[in-house]
């Protein structure tokens, strides 16, 4: 079993950045993709990014692209989403989570395409 622990949230005025990080334990940790999700109030949790099991690939949402930055670091069983020019309408959970089970594509981008969540992390962009 693969447990998921995020950190890195926080309070960021629009413009600033912040780092996410998000480790994992449990079964190996390259064998799967990651992804990273993010609900804001009343609304449904969405894709953000993801990244392949090796790293080399990624993508992302027409929203964060060319801002946000997924990475992995296999060795220390972790995945990064560094987060620059945050706007306020970014403000929500974020919450990564690994593809250990289904596997139905290298890059998942659908939430029903996950089975391993963590319990998330709340970031607040103020204007």
């Known amino acids: 079993q693969v447990q998921l622990v995020e950190s890195g949230g926080g309070l960021v005025q629009a413009g600033g950045s912040l780092r996410l990080s998000c480790a994992a334990s449990?079964?190996?940790?390259?064998?799967?993709?990651m992804g990273w999700f993010r609900q804001a109030p009343g609304k449904e949790r969405e894709f953000v990014a993801v990244?392949?099991?090796?790293?080399?690939?990624?993508v992302y949402a027409d929203s964060v692209k060319g801002r946000f930055t997924i990475s992995r670091d296999n060795a220390n069983n972790t995945v990064y989403l560094q987060m620059n020019s945050l706007k306020p309408t970014g403000t929500a959970v974020y919450y990564c989570?690994?593809?250990?089970?289904?596997?139905?594509?290298?890059?998942?981008?659908?939430?029903?395409?996950?089975?391993?969540w963590g319990q998330g992390t709340q970031v607040t962009v103020s204007s």
């Open positions: 990244i392949s099991r090796s790293g080399g690939s990624t």
């Open positions: 989570a690994a593809d250990v089970v289904y596997a139905t594509s290298a890059l998942p981008i659908r939430r029903s395409q996950y089975d391993t």
């Open positions: 449990g079964r190996t940790y390259s064998n799967y993709a």
